[in-house]
């Protein structure tokens, strides 16, 4: 630690599910003690109070759906607060399953998300001709990366997701409620929700995020526009606390001791077998579960704008927004690699020279040449061939 | 005014029912937190609902406003513990109200109005504003078609306007859409 921090004392926000591991784990193990920071974690109920506490000033920082801090800068979420993100706190990790019931109308036969699609849409019409009422799928907050898959994977099977479903939104840890009792038919949500369900026996999983576009971004590292201005040494030494500990979080040695302390925190009220799987290294030929989450490695703890970019040409998609927005300019407003590097040079973490990257082109993992070495990228592949460039 | 209430604190519960009975509200519902309030706003249709800033329910709720398909509504939040400074930013924010406990009967009838009047405004403005978006498109399509009319039929300005405006009528269109038709074949043409 070499600047002096303008605020050593953060109050951070997370919700309970896996991918708050790194907060989680930061504090325990020291990672932030380690910057000069002294962090208490607060464990909120809901992604709008989370969003409201931060506005307010209550909390400093939180763990934050990727999309959120676009749409408060967008002013679309209906509080309109400038937000920033510096750091990508993990990639994957989101699984959309369907009670019981679906899942056995369905008859799977492959695991494909693109046939897993096509028997969906298939069992709608049916469901159209025989006059059912619509069935009901869940994602957790209009502005979200399960929100976005959900809809991307549906519109690419041919189910128009505003007319063949009503889409609802649930908190993550009241999902699987929700699917026993029967008020939805399917959901879409984080780790280790999905798992649950299964272990609970009342639904399937059937596809994952990674399947819908390999090594998506998942959940962010969000503070205010005006927070991150006046403490700007303090933010540095917060990023570079994490991507220590992603850093860390990847070593897969780590991950049962990451599983015990997650599990010990109390912060998630779940199964610990289903905490241990979502932090495990899945089989690699495990199709819907392979790689799993991914914190750090193939920069995976990098805010690319061309991520910030796809969820704004998302929400123009899906009428969130207008035709209007320039999706690069909002990106560049509120993805900050700038700050990200400065942390990633405190700790001797390695990182792209670019700010985006093309999505969808890559099948396999490719070596990104930086500064005299090489990173190793993960593949980026969405599920219907699509590619994307800013 | 018909007002929804959402809370796991009883004690809490029975104050703000009795403040809001007590000023002419009836409470048409009283919810726990991790009930299904999408439910219960479209059968009971409050005019306002009040709820427990650390509610679960809170997302599903402000999904209401986000989705087209139902009627947004005020949403006046409670917290437990909420200096002058953090609803002062809250408020400025757009948050429609924090209602801090240990409020009086008088304020917190206050704090309601304005959150609703606010909300009102916010709803006025947004209509307003497309009002507006939708003026000034019709005005750069209205231009633009009588350009076309008059160099593809050597009208005078007048003449394309007096044409488009027939149009219109005959067809029983807006003279923005009756432009933007015109156009639309122009391209094809």
């Known amino acids: 630690m070499t600047s002096r921090l303008e605020k050593a004392s953060l109050e951070l926000g997370i919700i309970p599910l896996v991918d708050a591991v790194p907060i989680v784990v930061a504090q325990a193990k020291g990672f932030f003690e380690r910057h000069g920071l002294d962090i208490r974690i607060s464990v909120e109920a809901s992604w709008a109070s989370i969003r409201d506490k931060v506005v307010a000033g209550v909390l400093d920082g939180a763990q934050m759906l990727a999309p959120m801090p676009l749409a408060a800068t967008l002013g679309v979420d209906g509080i ?20 019981n019931e679906l899942y056995s109308q369905m008859v799977l036969e492959q695991t494909e998300p693109a046939a897993v699609g096509t028997a969906l849409r298939e069992l709608l019409q049916r469901d159209r001709m025989e006059g059912r009422k619509p069935r009901v799928f869940a994602h957790v907050f209009p502005f979200s990366a399960h929100h976005y898959e959900l809809r991307y994977w549906l519109a690419a099977c041919g ?14 840890p009241q999902m699987v409620q929700h699917l026993r009792d029967g008020r939805i038919d399917g959901f879409c949500v984080g780790a280790p929700w999905g798992a649950v369900a299964e272990s609970a026996g009342v639904g399937r999983r059937i596809v994952s995020s990674y399947q819908i576009w390999n090594n998506s971004p998942e959940k962010v590292l969000g503070v205010t526009r005006d927070w991150a201005a006046r403490h700007p040494n303090s933010h540095v030494a917060l990023i570079a606390a994490l991507i220590e500990t992603n850093r860390w979080l990847d070593v897969p040695e780590n991950r ?9 925190s109390g912060v998630l009220d779940s199964p610990e077998p289903t905490i241990r799987e979502a932090l495990g290294v899945p089989d690699a030929d495990s199709a819907l579960f392979s790689p799993g989450l991914v914190f750090y490695n193939g920069a995976a703890s990098f805010p690319w704008r061309s991520h910030a970019a796809w969820f704004i040409k998302q929400m123009q998609r899906w009428n969130q927004i207008g035709a209007e927005i320039q999706a690069s300019d909002i990106a560049a407003q509120v993805y900050l690699p700038q700050i990200y590097r400065q942390a990633a040079d405190l700790v001797g973490a390695s990182y792209p020279g670019a700010d985006t990257k093309p999505e969808g082109t890559h099948n396999g993992s490719w070596p990104m040449p930086v ?9 980026d592949r969405f599920f219907d061939g699509a590619t994307f460039e800013v | 005014m018909r007002v929804m209430l959402v809370d796991d604190d009883h004690d809490r519960l029975k104050l703000l029912r009795e403040a809001l009975v007590g000023s002419g509200n009836e409470v048409v519902a009283e919810l726990a937190t991790s009930s299904d309030l999408l439910t219960a706003v479209n059968r009971h249709q409050p005019d306002v609902v009040l709820i427990d800033v650390d509610a679960p329910s809170r997302d599903t709720l402000e999904s209401l406003g986000q989705i087209a398909r139902d009627r947004p509504r005020p949403i006046v939040l409670f917290a437990a513990n909420s200096d002058a400074e953090t609803i002062r930013r809250a408020m400025r924010a757009g948050v429609s109200a924090y209602v801090v406990d240990g409020m009086s009967a008088s304020r917190l009838k206050s704090v ?9 405004e916010h709803q006025a403005l947004k209509r307003e504003l497309e009002d507006t978006k939708t003026r000034l498109a019709d005005r750069r399509d209205i231009d633009r078609a009588k350009g076309v009319l008059m160099q593809r039929r050597g009208l005078s300005e007048n003449d394309a306007y007096e044409l488009l405006r027939r149009m219109a009528m005959d067809r029983n269109l807006k003279l923005g859409d009756a432009a933007r038709a015109l156009l639309a074949a122009a391209d094809l043409i």
């Open chain 1, 256 to 264: 049962g001791e990451a599983a015990r302390v997650l599990i010990e």
């Open chain 1, 371 to 379: 500064a005299q070495q090489v990173l190793t990228m993960g593949p």
């Open chain 1, 159 to 172: 189910i128009d997701p505003d007319r063949d479903l009503r889409l609802e939104v649930i908190p993550p």
């Open chain 1, 80 to 99: 309109g607060m400038p937000m920033v993100t510096a750091l990508s706190l993990n990639l994957n990790g989101n699984s959309i399953a369907v009670s």
């Open chain 2, 112 to 120: 309601i109005d304005v959150a609703i009047a606010r909300f009102h």
